[in-house]
């Protein structure tokens, strides 16, 4: 069981480049988040995804862009990198979904750890 | 909106002492609750949850947490903590209705010595 796959593992990214954060789960799950962990700050939602077709802001999506390309795959794009952005990107997915099964927890990837110079 | 706040950022316990974990939560509307467990370079993993009935949960790995409505708290307990234990512990909350996202506190990262 992969459960959620996230590419890649690492990147260093200098000021103003652009690129793409992969994320693939083969739980059959309806709904997929991305997370920035910061010190102290614990994880903030950046965008999420109910169902394929549908994304949603979260609480810091500003810099950011996401795809739901079906409903197994959810990438999260940087069209312009800036160091402000330098953290490790955990994508997560759960059964839950818009207005059922709110109690089911979500599953995590092993992050991206992303430094921005 | 609902708000987590995790009283302690540190906590550094000996091998085989009991370790506390403090988490309050914040919501207008009833939530379910969740304890996850990071370790060193890995993704976030469930350690527990709170959805209905009994307010004590337990884990296979020794943890439990007491479910307090009144307080609005929802502590980590561990009687006897082990070096693998070392890890960083988040406390989630999600509404009960109509809802799918989780909100986590800051965490606490817990640091067992022999």
């Known amino acids: 069981n992969a459960g959620v796959t996230q590419t890649p593992k690492f990147q260093v990214l200098k000021t103003g480049q652009s690129m793409t954060l992969q994320c693939a789960q083969d739980?059959?799950?309806?709904?997929m988040y991305w997370y920035r962990q910061d010190p102290g700050m614990g994880l903030r939602l950046i965008y999420y995804?109910?169902?394929?077709?549908?994304?949603d802001k979260g609480e810091v999506p500003n810099g950011y862009n996401v795809s739901r390309l079906n409903k197994r795959e959810f990438s999260l794009r940087l069209e312009s990198a800036a160091p402000s952005q330098t953290s490790v990107y955990f994508c997560?997915?759960?059964?839950?979904?818009?207005?059922?099964?709110?109690?089911?927890?979500?599953?995590f990837g092993d992050g991206t750890r992303l430094s921005i110079l | 909106a609902q708000s987590v706040t995790q009283l302690d950022s540190q906590v550094p316990v000996f091998e085989e002492a009991p370790v506390e974990l403090r988490c309050n939560y914040s919501?207008?509307?009833?939530?379910?609750l969740f304890w996850y467990v990071q370790y060193p370079n890995q993704g976030l993993q469930l350690l527990l949850k709170?959805?209905?009935?009994?307010?004590l949960v337990k884990s296979i790995n020794g943890f439990e947490a007491e479910f307090n409505k009144s307080q609005t708290s929802f502590h980590l307990r561990k009687p006897s903590v082990h070096i693998s234990d070392t890890a960083e512990y988040f406390c989630?909350?999600?509404?009960?209705?109509?809802?799918?996202?989780?909100?986590f506190g800051a965490g606490t990262t817990v640091t067992v010595r022999a």
């Open positions: 709170y959805l209905s009935g009994s307010t």
């Open positions: 739980m059959n799950h309806n709904s």
């Open positions: 995804s109910a169902s394929e077709g549908t994304t």
């Open positions: 919501s207008s509307v009833s939530v379910y």
């Open positions: 997560a997915s759960s059964e839950a979904s818009r207005g059922a099964r709110s109690n089911q927890p979500q599953h």
């Open positions: 989630a909350v999600t509404r009960r209705s109509n809802d799918y996202k989780l909100s």
